[in-house]
């Protein structure tokens, strides 16, 4: 984040998420870039591992999914005791502590803003 160009835009850190809230974009660190158009509204890139997936990617995904547990069964090995099962399902079980839609169901701030952004 920029925080001299959000000074010259008199954009503060609370303006900028609600922004990127209004984007349903939960994570400043998600964002590649952002710019601020000339009709006001705020451009914006994502970084490529936050970046939506695709119906063609889902399904590759799902396809990938589907030999792994049928190969799982062929082989007997049973379904949790494997370690790189277990590691995936942590994964997926991780929850995020930077998301900005915490930010307002909690009514503050997790990192405090620069003074002179609030």
Request: glycine fraction near 4%; avoid cysteine.
């Amino acid at each position: 984040m920029n925080e001299e160009n959000l000074k010259k835009v008199k954009l503060t850190v609370d303006q900028l998420e609600m922004n990127l809230r209004q984007k349903n974009i939960k994570k400043i660190s998600d964002v590649k870039w952002a710019t601020l158009e000339m009709n006001g509204q705020m451009g914006y890139m994502l970084k490529e591992e936050a970046q939506p997936v695709t119906k063609a990617e889902f399904q590759q995904l799902m396809s990938n999914v589907q030999q792994i547990l049928n190969e799982l069964q062929t082989n007997s090995i049973p379904y949790g005791q494997n370690q790189q099962t277990n590691s995936i399902r942590n994964q997926m079980q991780t929850n995020n502590q930077d998301d900005l839609f915490s930010e307002v169901k909690q009514q503050g701030h997790k990192n405090t803003p620069p003074e002179h952004l609030q």
